[in-house]
């Protein structure tokens, strides 16, 4: 059962523009959503994170947007640039609940076009 | 060098074959963990360790076995090598809540 459910696969924006990738999650539980950025031939690194009792955190470009009550989370990045091309992976957890794993959804390869 | 850090990066075997990989980390973290991403897969967690001696099954375990002696180490070994199991295995420690990744082991099994 995958219990986090990322789209879309694949995403191509102009450069400038603003890429949109969104989850949905079905346990109520989790309490800690965090996005991942992956270049060709590294491994993942933590991008933003943000706990269900805020809707909305932005770090520079990328916003994370929280809606508790559809069970969704969307990654906003303005201002896409060439730079930003790499695979998106959304996770959620029970972190805070004790529990150690995360789990991911499948991942989005954004590409910027120049 | 601080960080995590993967061998071989690069490995070929034969089917049937015993393959290790290798994971270390410097900053003592507790929990380390092993997944492998697969393309329309994504990263699926095979195995990870509460601590040294302690570890559990994640989603998909079967053909592999983990073991750690010591908390700096969480090696991954491959019974006997199937095609099934050609992928970019990652490993990964956790601090506060942030897991922090290897580059990866490319494995192909002919």
């Known amino acids: 059962q995958q219990q986090v459910k990322q789209s879309p696969q694949s995403l191509i924006v102009q450069k400038g523009g603003i890429s949109i990738i969104n989850c949905a999650y079905e346990n109520t539980a989790f309490d800690y959503f965090p996005w991942y950025q992956q270049f060709p031939g590294k491994g993942p690194a933590l991008l933003i994170a943000?706990?269900?009792?805020?809707s909305e955190k932005k770090e520079g470009r990328f916003t994370i947007s929280f809606n508790k009550s559809a069970k969704q989370f969307s990654l906003h990045i303005m201002d896409s640039q060439p730079g930003d091309s790499a695979t998106y992976f959304c996770a959620a957890s029970l972190i805070y609940s004790g529990y150690s794993t995360l789990t991911f959804g499948k991942g989005t390869m954004l590409l910027v076009s120049p | 060098d601080a960080g995590i850090t993967q061998s071989p990066r690069y490995k070929i075997t034969e089917t049937g074959r015993q393959v290790t990989l290798m994971c270390h980390q410097t900053?003592?973290?507790?929990?380390m963990f092993w997944y492998r991403q697969d393309l329309g897969h994504g990263l699926r967690l095979i195995y990870y360790?509460?601590?040294?001696?302690?570890?559990d099954k994640g989603e998909v375990p079967d053909g592999y076995v983990v073991s750690r002696s010591k908390t700096e180490n969480f090696p991954l070994t491959l019974e006997s090598a199937t095609r099934s199991q050609t992928s970019v295995y990652f490993c990964?420690?956790?601090?506060?809540?942030?897991?922090?990744f290897g580059a990866g082991t490319r494995l192909s099994v002919l």
């Open positions: 943000i706990r269900p009792d805020v």
């Open positions: 990964a420690s956790r601090g506060l809540n942030i897991q922090y």
């Open positions: 360790s509460a601590a040294a001696d302690i570890t």
């Open positions: 900053w003592s973290h507790s929990y």
